[in-house]
């Protein structure tokens, strides 16, 4: 999905004009180089594309928010919240890259994904991103939930 929205952006995008500036043409035909290729190159390649960085980043806030959410919810139940240490939102941080390296990152996993991801059915994809995008949702209202708690 996140290739087809990069590619539908390419249609609407006004720096993809400067490709066309003859200068840039001649220096890239010059050089034997498609530049809408490395363009698109940059933004949808499965090894270290701009959208693997984008998922990274998704992922690791979800996980970020649901632990600072968790434990803004338990020191609030504990009376704890004057006791908070100040590194703690860093150390949540930490914990949420090592799980998001540790299941998806680690030994490229996620490449194992895209290839079983690729096999699915439309209904299944639609499916799965309906999922994930509630559970974005979720994750976003129990954050401001734990603030209003107690």
């Given at each position: 999905?996140d ?13 993809l004009?400067?490709f ?14 498609d530049?809408?290729e490395i363009y ?38 504990f009376?704890?919240y004057d006791?908070v ?6 150390t949540?941080a930490?914990i ?20 079983k991801y ?13 999922i994930?995008?509630?559970?974005i949702i ?13």
């Open positions: 999905m290739r087809k929205l990069h590619y539908l952006s390419n249609k609407v995008n006004p720096l004009f400067i066309k500036i003859p200068f840039f043409k001649k220096v890239a035909k010059k050089n034997n180089e530049l809408f698109n190159n940059t933004f949808t390649d499965k090894r270290s594309g701009f959208n693997i960085w984008v998922a990274d980043g998704i992922l690791m806030g979800v996980i970020f928010v649901i632990l600072i959410s968790s434990f803004t919810v338990i020191s609030r139940v009376n704890l006791y240490p100040k590194f703690y939102y860093i949540c930490g949420s890259m090592f799980i998001g390296y540790l299941y998806v990152f680690k030994k490229d996993k996620y490449l194992d994904y895209f290839e690729e096999k699915w059915t439309k209904k299944e994809k639609r499916k799965y991103v309906i994930s995008f509630l559970v979720a994750t976003i209202a129990y954050f401001f939930m734990s603030l209003m708690c107690c």
